[in-house]
Structures are given as C-alpha cells and as structure tokens.
C-alpha cells in the first residue's frame, strides 16, 4: 500500500509542477492492456508523455536509473496505443520526472 501511496502522491506532485509551468493536463493513469501512462500532458505542438518517478530512499535507486531501456520500449508502444485514439497528429515527446526528497529533477526529452 505505501508504494502506491507514494507513487500516487508524485504524480499529484508532477502535475502541480507541470501546470505551474503552463502544460496543459490531458490525463493520467492512462491504462491500456499493455500498461500504464502516468501523465499524458500537452505543450504547444506537443504530446508529452510522462514517466513519474519517486523515491524516499536510495533502498531502490536514484529515480531516473528506474525509466531502462525496457521501461522506453514500452512507453513507446502505450504513447503509439494512445496517439492512435486522437484524431489529428501531434509530436510526441517523452519526459520523466524524478522526486526524492520533495526535490523535482524533470528532464524534457529524456528518451526517443
């Protein structure tokens, strides 16, 4: 239960700091059958797709070294599930957002 907690409780956080920084809220939790879109966000031209992560402690890793090649590969295959249900085309961008200790490190681009 703790880690959902935690894991909900830095999504919330990411959205407040995204929409602090003009990016228009699309959804969240995007669930499909092959997984989960933490954050589907628009800025300007783009979708942007957002990888939320946080830790409290280092017992799992720094945050960012969680969003590995496989985590890319199939957050790509879920923003391609997505993209398909829009009805007009949009660039798409990946980001990740990374919380320990309350700090927000987000890194625009960090995969394509």
Partial sequence: MGRIKTGKEGENLAIKYLKGKGY?????????????????????????????????SETFGEPLLAVDRRKQVKL??????????????????????????QKIEHIENAFW
Avoid: W
């Fill in 24 to 56: 228009e809220i699309l959804g969240s939790n995007f669930r499909t059958p092959f997984g989960e879109i933490d954050i589907i966000a628009k800025e300007k031209n783009y979708i942007v797709i957002v990888e939320v992560k946080r830790r409290k």
């Fill in 76 to 101: 790509k295959k879920l923003a391609l599930f997505y993209l398909k249900l829009l009805e007009k085309e949009y660039p798409v961008r990946f980001d990740v957002i990374a919380i320990k200790d």
